[in-house]
């Protein structure tokens, strides 16, 4: 139950975050004082009303209930259940309908959905179209090829759905023009590439990755045009971002605000593993909230690192449908953001925890009529574009889309269930039967998707819409965009349960001259000429164009933030994640750095700060490095002094950082791959980390390793209290053992991807702890290094080894089957 | 749910047939259902489906996936009430349901569906041998009285159903034993008639009267339609007795094959060969058509036609052909673009198993005959573009003959019956009645309700227990002003 960062019962009494829906304000206001309800309803003669039915089935002599309980049909369909929109006859119609191109079908399906009739289902359910003016001939109006470019697919990441159902939703989207997104799992480079046509799907990706093979066209791509940049930050590199058209942050998730997602250690195979920078077998977990996201400013700061790790995409931010997200999206406008999501609370797939399938979020239809009545009113509409999604199913949905104000419309599991899902609900089990949610190839192989049923579909739904349009009378869909005086409560409702409703304040226009935009029209100022790095690439040229080594140097003052970025995304750009050759690139900085001080600093570059640093030093680091000591001239002991600020290496994928002296609180956090030796931390040290390591040579703060659940850290604990600091929930402390690796030749070197890695397995810690600090030594001269190599038998013990259980657990695993398949050849 | 990976585990196990040889001696059936231990692999097999499109492609909607899975655990008894909560009759349709459940089964899509009907059969045997199965007499009665007309599986469940709510449900029939097309048509291989009358007890004890050998009418029906009746009773009667009535009384008209020669002996219908056999295997008489020795030809290629196959056989005919008029199914229906419907396919029944010849695209032009005697057929090809059949000009045959059985279906219930009511009908002569919303299954005539194929038109047996449990409800519901009993 532990939501919004509420983790107890108490703290949910009087928190205040619920949102009545359907319940008038006069018995709100009585009985759940201070809760928000927006569209009005029913009192509290219908709740008693409804309390003594339920009571009559209970105690009544009702045969089916004498010794059963209600059917009931809230999670999983039953015929004399709860009413769903996705039932068998709708989904038995939208599959024959796309399978077979046939629009006559779908307009079936679009009719089940649309008319509900009496089974109130949605809020649009009970709206009404008005006409804009005469109807107009259908021709007239925009042609669905154009309309299509305004959909996308959801965020649903490869782990959650397979490579086959993911890279289906792709190529069909990129067919028509439409975006698909990576959700948040990362993306594989090789879906980067040009197709020429001909090729099989498993020749791009992988032989044994591949369960149900298709051939591409020309043309065709595999790459999602959205990626999406959560929590966990799995994936999230340099050269992801650079092929990116949309980075979109993913703020919270519709269907359950306030939770991360969860992949569940069966769902993680070892592509998987590979593309999120994780250990096979091992669950993941994104955390609810960004570490590098506190405040609105935090927010603009991330949007910025974003600008700077591609400039020519847009980025976005994914924000619930909630009471208040309007302040929160005006917020994010002027943060600069270019795009909006607003996400309705019956997306979300049957991975989710039962307590949030139903109950948590909001329709859509409330936060989109507030996000777009606030930025009109506050004239900040224009510089967005927004988009809206949630259980979107039919050319009616994107009609009343557009009129409560969205430019753009998401699409999750309808395209879904056009590749074959059936709505088992079983996707955390990994055992979806049609291969869509599953990783299990045996399952895989049953996938039957087609990007052509995908297209189809999309186009069916441009089609009702572009009917809708002429018989409005509206040529354009922006002519419609936030034409909120078009709709109407449906009369004639006869519920008793819908009595009461108002949704006068869901279709309010505010007051506004005409001049005020209503729809996406503006480009944001994301001031990046005035970034530090426009300098750096230009002394970097041969560095870029021709790997000549470069070395440069340059002061640096706190108002350069996200310095690195752009030239990262430079490397990126030209050479992907393998970026130059170690050495490369040199940038020796003098002052105290901005935020954001090398983030996703690709390989092959060197920052060599002398100086101090704020916030957010190496977030998403890959493969660059960084090095920070205090001027030589500094006289303060480097070892007892903070030098960098807080999150720092949030995200690394890869990379070293070497910081002489303390750093703040949150570092390393959901790490999975990056090498770190500092001198000391603040609290929550390592937290969610995934791999990589991390070498603290002095005391920590509190709950260290919450939620790691790979890659190792080495403590030294010299007052021998460390593991009073260090949340025990996932790890296990041990000494480092002795043993000289070096006797099986094992590669001493961490590989440095967040690969799974053989050494923390025990053989040669004491080899590669000491390789770490001894770079640190040359590198930032630290003072306390010197000391304990000195001592190294003396020290030694006192280093403690933090090591992740299931880390463990999966590491001997795969060691064994490596084993038995030596011994098999 | 069942075995979470049970699909991935187990195979689909199908119920177990005697030998041909051995069942051709009787008319005892064959099918043996699953043991327990077989039934719990098959229940480990169901998905527990999100959304369970079994249960929407069954027409009593059985919660399939709540007994599956509880025979999976081994809890027999509680399946059974799950299943009785939806199904009155499981021992017919575990036995003679095509199973568009299992068309509609999700496992059905790209593997071979769950074993729902095996299942069901081996539940609800378990329940008869275990003596579950008790009469639900009502606390109270209510004194209203229902006159249910016609003793099929419509009205069967309709009686139950308005007993079990505490009407006195009255059920008349013009043959001399219960049962419908259950008791005489569908052969007794298929389905055991000691099931009917085991059924039956349960029946009366909570209340249901029967009445056999009564025909509701004017005029008797006429040839080709079975009447065993003594006693005609008027509608008009009927209606004053009465505080509502049902009319279940199937769809009884043989759809005729009027071609030169059909009056020549040796050509009938199917049910006047079928239903004797019935009564012969009762105990009730000989059965006056024999197919011993005899070439066969049977015309029309659905249900009633494999089970004059089967029958035939056993009665040790020399040859049996069976002509249908429509073209060949594909073996194998085209899953992606079929499920979860009904596909069109090859279905081999358990009687075509046991011997004939099949013929597709057929149409009988003549019967000939000699002494008044069916000796022969002349049929010629058929072929079908885009919907409609063409004669092949040339492809005309002969074939040898002495016992034609016309198994063409059945074209509305009996007009007589419906007449004397005054019930409006629809476009193909059925009593007319919606199934759903306020005024469903009342006929245009006040009292009068209507069920099974006689709304309809001919269907199968678990959409007469469907609509007979509806029925029942929309009768209690006029009687009553509100009705608990489940649809
Ligand atoms: C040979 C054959 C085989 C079949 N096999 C199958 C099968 O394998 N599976 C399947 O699901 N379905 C099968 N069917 C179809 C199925 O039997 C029927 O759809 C089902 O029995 C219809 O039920 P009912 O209650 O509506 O009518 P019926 O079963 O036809 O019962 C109607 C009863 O009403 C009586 N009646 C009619 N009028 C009057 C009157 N005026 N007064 C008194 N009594 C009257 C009749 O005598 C009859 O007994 C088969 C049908 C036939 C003919
Ligand atoms: S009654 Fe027929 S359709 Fe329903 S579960 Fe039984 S076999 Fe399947
Ligand atoms: S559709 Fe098949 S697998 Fe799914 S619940 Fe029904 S019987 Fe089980």
Request: aromatic content about 6%; glycine content about 12%; overall charge neutral.
């Amino acid at each position: 139950m532990s939501k919004m960062g509420i983790s107890t019962y108490q703290s949910y009494c009087g928190a205040q975050i619920f949102e009545a829906i359907g319940l008038n304000a006069g018995f709100v206001e009585k009985y759940f004082t201070g809760t928000a309800t927006r569209i009005e309803g029913i009192g509290l003669a219908e709740i008693a009303g409804e309390a003594a039915l339920v009571h009559h089935k209970a105690f009544g002599d009702d045969p089916v209930l004498a010794n059963a309980l209600d059917a009931g049909g809230e999670y999983a369909w039953r015929t004399r259940g709860e009413e769903h929109l996705w039932t068998p006859e709708s989904i038995a119609k939208l599959q024959s309908a796309t399978r077979t191109n046939n629009f006559a079908t779908y307009k079936e399906y679009a009719k089940l959905i649309n008319e509900q009739g009496q089974r109130t289902k949605t809020l649009r359910g009970l709206f009404e179209i008005r006409p804009a003016g005469a109807p107009v001939p259908l021709d007239e109006v925009e042609p669905a090829k154009e309309i299509v470019r305004r959909f996308a697919t959801g965020a649903m990441s490869l782990g959650s759905i397979s490579t086959e159902a993911h890279t289906t939703l792709a190529i069909a989207m990129n067919r028509i023009g439409s975006k698909s997104n990576t959700g948040e799992g990362g993306e594989d480079p090789a879906r980067f590439k040009a197709i020429k046509g001909g090729e099989m799907l498993s020749e791009i990706i992988g032989k044994n990755r591949i369960a149900s093979d298709r051939e591409l066209k020309a043309g065709d791509s595999l790459r999602s045009r959205i990626k999406q940049v959560a929590a966990g930050r799995f994936g999230v590199t340099a050269e992801y971002l650079a092929n990116a058209d949309q980075i979109q942050i993913k703020m919270a998730q519709g269907a359950k605000p306030g939770e991360g997602g969860q992949l569940p250690g069966h769902k993680v195979s070892e592509y998987i593993a590979r593309l999120r920078f994780s250990v096979p077998g091992v669950g993941l977990i994104s955390p609810p909230p960004h570490h590098d996201i506190y405040s609105i400013e935090d927010l603009a700061q991330l949007i910025h690192d974003m600008k700077n790790a591609n400039p020519s995409a847009s980025i976005s931010v994914k924000l619930v449908s909630e009471v208040g997200v309007g302040t929160v999206a005006a917020g994010v406008s002027k943060a600069k953001a270019d795009h909006i999501v607003i996400s309705g609370f019956d997306g979300g797939t049957g991975a989710s925890p039962l307590s949030s399938i139903k109950h948590a979020g909001a329709p859509w239809e409330l936060g989109l009529s507030e996000t777009q009545q606030t930025l009109v009113l506050n004239r900040l509409r224009g510089r967005v574009g927004l988009q809206v999604d949630g259980q979107l199913k039919t050319g009616r949905d994107v009609l009343i889309g557009a009129l409560l104000g969205a430019d753009e419309f998401g699409f999750a599991t309808a395209p879904l269930v056009v590749e074959g899902c059936i709505m088992m609900r079983k996707c955390h089990l990994n055992t979806c039967p049609v291969g869509v949610a599953t990783q299990d190839p045996e399952l895989r192989k049953k996938f039957s998707g087609q990007p052509e049923h995908v297209v189809n579909y999309f186009f069916f739904v441009a089609e009702e819409l572009r009917e809708y349009m002429a018989q409005m009378g509206a040529r354009k869909v922006d002519e419609l965009i936030g034409r909120s005086d078009l709709l109407d409560t449906r009369k004639g409702i006869a519920h008793w349960k819908a009595r009461g409703l108002d949704f006068s304040r869901i279709f309010y226009q505010p007051a506004v001259p005409p001049g005020v935009a209503r729809l996406h029209a503006e480009t944001q100022d994301h001031e990046l000429g005035k970034a530090l790095d426009n300098k750096l690439i230009a002394k970097a040229r041969p560095a870029l164009d021709n790997k000549k080594p470069v070395t440069i140097e340059s002061a640096i003052g706190n108002v350069n933030r996200t310095v690195g970025t752009m030239l990262s995304h430079e490397v990126a750009k030209r050479y992907g994640q393998a970026g130059l050759p170690d050495d490369t690139l040199t940038v020796k900085f003098k002052g105290a750095a901005g935020q954001s001080f090398g983030a996703f600093l690709a390989r092959g570059i060197t920052f060599e700060l002398s100086g101090e640093c704020n916030d957010y030093v190496g977030k998403g680091l890959c493969g660059g490095r960084i090095v920070v000591s205090p001027p030589k001239e500094s006289r303060i002991a480097a070892e007892d002094n903070i030098i960098v600020g807080n999150t720092v290496l949030y995200g690394a994928t890869s990379g070293e950082a070497y910081f002489r002296g303390v750093a703040g609180e949150r570092f390393a956090v959901r790490n999975s791959g990056a090498v770190a030796v500092v001198e000391g931390l603040g609290d929550h040290g390592c937290e969610y980390m995934t791999g990589g390591m991390v070498v603290v040579l002095g005391r920590t703060g509190r709950n260290f390793a919450a939620g790691m659940s790979g890659g190792v850290a080495y403590v030294l604990d010299e007052d021998g209290d460390f593991e009073m600091r260090c949340n025990m929930a996932m790890v296990a402390l041990e000494p480092v053992p002795e043993e000289v690796a070096a006797l099986d030749g094992a590669d001493v070197e961490p590989e440095g991807h967040g690969r799974v890695h053989f050494n923390h397995l025990g053989k040669a810690d004491a080899v590669a702890l000491r390789g770490k600090i001894e770079k640190h030594l040359r590198y930032t001269g630290s003072a306390r290094a010197q000391l304990i190599l000195d001592n190294w038998a003396r020290y030694l013990p006192k280093f403690v080894k933090v090591m992740p259980t299931d880390y463990r657990r999966a590491l001997q695993e795969i060691a064994e089957q490596q084993a038995r398949q030596k011994e098999a050849e | 749910m069942g075995k979470i990976t049970g699909f991935m585990e187990f195979s689909r196990l199908s119920e177990e047939s005697l030998p041909v040889a051995n069942r051709l001696k009787n008319y005892r059936e064959f099918v043996l259902h699953l043991n327990d231990e077989q039934a719990q692999t098959q229940g480990a097999r169901c998905m527990d489906c999100g959304i369970p499109f079994c249960s929407s492609g069954c027409p009593v909607n059985n919660i399939i996936p709540d007994w599956n899975d509880l025979v999976y655990r081994g809890n027999w008894q509680q399946a059974l009430e799950v299943l009785h909560s939806t199904n009155n009759f499981p021992e017919f349709t575990s036995r003679i349901c095509p199973a568009p459940c299992e068309a509609a089964c999700v496992l059905n899509i790209n593997e071979v569906a769950v074993g729902i009907k095996s299942i069901e059969h081996a539940i609800i045997d378990k329940g008869g041998e275990n003596g579950w199965v008790v009469p639900q007499p009502p606390k109270t009665k209510t004194g209203k009285k229902v006159a249910v007309i016609g003793s099929g599986p419509a009205g069967l469940a309709a009686a139950q159903q308005l007993a079990r709510a505490g009407h006195d449900a009255v059920v008349f029939e013009k043959n001399s034993r219960i049962g419908g097309l259950l008791r005489y048509g569908i052969p007794d291989f298929k389905l055991d008639k000691r099931l009917i009358d085991w059924r039956m007890a349960q029946l009366r004890a909570e209340g249901v009267e029967f009445r056999t050998g009564v025909f509701v009418g004017k005029e008797a029906p006429g040839a080709g339609v079975a009447n065993d009746a003594q006693k005609t009773v008027a509608p008009k009667e009927l209606l004053k007795n009465f505080d509502a009535v049902i009319l279940a009384g199937g769809s009884e008209q043989p759809r005729d094959l009027p071609v030169p020669g059909r009056e020549l002996a040796g050509v009938y219908y199917a049910l006047e060969f079928l239903i004797p056999q019935n009564k012969e295997v009762a105990g009730d008489g000989k059965n006056p058509i024999s197919a011993k020795g005899k070439h066969v030809v049977v015309i029309g290629g659905g249900d009633t036609g494999s089970d004059c196959v089967g029958t035939s056989n056993r009665h040790g005919a020399a040859s049996v052909t069976q002509f249908e008029v429509m073209p060949r199914p594909p073996e194998q229906e085209n899953k992606p673009l079929t499920w979860p419907n009904w596909p069109m396919k090859l279905r081999t029944s358990s009687s075509h198993e046991e011997g004939c010849a099949r013929d597709w695209s057929v149409a009988t032009k003549e019967f000939i005959g000699k002494g008044g005697k069916v000796t022969g057929l002349k049929a010629v090809r058929l072929e079908w573009k885009d919907g409609r059949m063409q004669e092949i000009p040339g492809s005309e045959f002969e074939i040898k003959a002495d016992l034609v059985l016309l198994a063409m279906g059945f074209t509305n219930p009996l007009q007589a019956v419906l007449d004397a009511f005054g019930v409006a009908k629809d476009a193909r002569g059925n009593a007319r009645a919606t199934t759903d919303g306020a005024g469903c299954y009342r006929t245009s005539v006040d009292k009068v309700f209507a069920a099974g194929d006689m709304r309809r038109g001919q269907s199968l047996v678990v959409w007469a227990i469907r609509e007979g449990r509806q029925a029942a409800r929309a009768v209690d519901e006029y009687l009553m002003g509100s009705s608990l009993l489940p649809r």
